[in-house]
């Protein structure tokens, strides 16, 4: 389907020091366009920013305010998700379409205000309607307050390394047309770094270069924007230091391959300690279950200054496509970095225990190939998208548009890594868990075996939280948390549940409004494997939502 010429963002960023202590009103304006593209040597019309892809880079500093002006030209509805940004009391900017807001409808406009307080490091953000993400995403770099350092030697210079997937086909076609037969959508037909997959035997594009000085490091601002797969990154003959991931510095350590799952970013600094020499950078999947994934290993250069561009590229391989045991001391190698400055506040006396099962589900359907439609759950609820904003629902108190009965634990136990249940058949509901203001949540996010047990990342909006267990096979309330780390545990936005295994999160719930949970593997959460909290307000001064924005866009 062809789309409308283009949407316009204007984005404006104010700080909220006076002029005196040098703070920079930085202004950026984001033409959204239709652009002619030629990737995998196919030429298509794609939705861009500015007609860039990937999209242009925010930057701001900590405690900055962003002002954010949408303007939508496209015939899609549309809205902006700041991924990360913690959106304390302005949910009215979080993005994530009928649940902080109704989408930008055609010909409309929104203006996002939201400000960056307490945070620094890589976000990014994204389309948060459809599958628009797929090209309409970029990246976001808050950096520490002016006279701040990082707390780790500082870089020659920085590199966005934004990773995604590329589809021949528009990707709403795609997904319009699983949703029709009930089936899995197709994979993509290539991964891509920074816009690029590299020569492939079909297409001989040149691909992305990063050029570097012998004897210099490096940070290198990964993020993963790819739909649905988790992904290995790695550059030959190098090692990588580990410094950040979404947005938290971490204790830093060396390692040669890094995992990454859709939604999450990952800092790493890279010392160019070779003289000379051009060295592959490459990007493929992860994938220990038998789940159909896009093989295409995409690939960049690192170019060393003085090399001749004929030089031979000293090439590596990825980890294999069900490399588990790398991904789980990747995982486990990441901690909070828990210094006096940078404390990890992990909440110890919790208010509520949950437990959700997370997996895929089979429901009936007339109209579908197989009389069935593939569907996703949590505490086998399949989460129905409400018609009226849930942000709204709660702060206008609009009756019957959601409940706030979601089940703190599964309504059926089962052996859920083993075993599976004849049932596949999951509830439909727009319900909403209710948590009362600064109350304590441990959550146990627990892969099943329902049809196939999967990767997840999970993120969850308004909120960072820390991961203090995780394990391979059916989570034990009477051994496990025996286990977990309540020193260090990393601290994060979008967390990896393990295939056949759980993780366990702890976090505060010191932020009102309503906050989206969902699986960032985009065919999961349309499937429906998402579900929202309902933080109430406080009694203090600052501690309810603040009023929605005049500008609000109405469904």
Request: hydrophobic share 40%; net charge positive; proline share 8%.
């Amino acid at each position: 389907m062809e789309l409308a010429p283009w949407i316009r963002l204007l984005l404006v960023v104010a700080c909220l020091f006076p002029a005196s202590v040098d703070c920079m009103v930085r202004h950026y304006k984001f033409n959204v366009v239709m652009k002619k593209t030629n990737r995998l040597c196919s030429s298509k019309s794609i939705v861009t920013v500015n007609g860039k892809f990937p999209g242009p880079t925010i930057v701001a500093r900590e405690d900055d305010t962003l002002l954010i002006k949408v303007v939508n030209h496209v015939s899609y509805n549309v809205s902006i998700h700041w991924h990360g940004v913690k959106q304390l009391r302005t949910g009215w900017a979080d993005g994530p379409a009928y649940i902080t807001q109704c989408p930008i409808q055609p010909g409309q406009k929104y203006v996002y205000n939201f400000n960056v307080t307490g945070q620094r490091g890589t976000l990014w953000w994204h389309a948060h309607v459809l599958w628009l993400r797929a090209t309409v995403h970029g990246a976001i770099v808050i950096l520490p307050k002016r006279g701040v350092p990082y707390p780790f030697p500082t870089p020659h210079k920085e590199q966005i390394i934004l990773l995604a997937e590329w589809w021949k086909s528009d990707v709403e076609a795609v997904i319009n047309q699983a949703t029709k037969s009930g089936l899995a959508p197709n994979v993509s037909d290539a991964h891509i770094i920074n816009g690029h997959p590299g020569p492939l035997p079909s297409c001989p594009s040149q691909g992305f270069t990063l050029p570097v000085d012998s004897g210099k490091t490096y940070m290198l601002r990964i993020i993963n924007a790819a739909l649905n797969e988790e992904l290995f990154f790695k550059i030959a003959g190098h090692l990588l230091t580990v410094v950040e991931v979404d947005a938290t510095y971490v204790k830093p350590f060396k390692t040669d391959s890094i995992l990454i799952a859709p939604g999450q970013t990952t800092n790493v600094l890279l010392t160019a300690d070779h003289t000379s020499g051009k060295y592959l950078l490459a990007a493929a999947p992860f994938m220990d279950a038998p789940i159909a994934v896009d093989n295409v290993t995409a690939t960049a250069t690192l170019h060393y200054s003085g090399t001749l561009s004929s030089s031979a590229t000293i090439t590596t391989l990825p980890p294999p496509l069900n490399a588990t045991a790398i991904a789980t001391n990747f995982s486990n190698a990441l901690r909070s970095l828990n210094s006096k400055k940078y404390p990890a506040l992990v909440p110890l006396k919790i208010d509520h225990n949950l437990f959700f099962t997370i997996g895929l589900g089979v429901n009936p359907c007339s109209t579908c190939v197989n009389g069935n439609r593939v569907v996703a759950d949590i505490n086998n609820v399949t989460f129905i998208m409400p018609k009226i904003a849930l942000l709204q629902a709660h702060f206008f108190k609009i009756r019957g548009v959601f409940t706030d009965d979601f089940p703190a634990v599964p309504s059926v136990t089962y052996n859920y890594t083993g075993t599976q249940p004849t049932n596949f058949q999951t509830m439909n509901g727009t319900r909403l868990y209710r948590l009362s203001y600064n109350s304590t949540v441990e959550l146990v996010l627990q892969d099943t075996g329902m049809i196939a047990a999967e990767n997840h990342p999970i993120h969850l909006h308004g909120f960072n939280f820390f991961e203090v267990g995780r394990g391979i096979g059916n989570f034990d309330r009477k051994t496990d948390p025996q286990k977990f780390n309540l020193i260090d545990p990393v601290e994060r936005n979008t967390i990896g549940v393990p295939s056949g295994g759980w993780v366990a999160i702890r976090f505060r719930a010191d932020n009102p409004g309503v906050w989206f949970m969902h699986c960032h593997l985009e065919v999961h959460t349309t499937w429906g494997l998402k579900m929202a909290f309902v933080v109430d307000n406080g009694k203090g001064p600052n501690q309810s939502v603040l009023p929605p924005p005049p500008d609000l866009p109405k469904c």
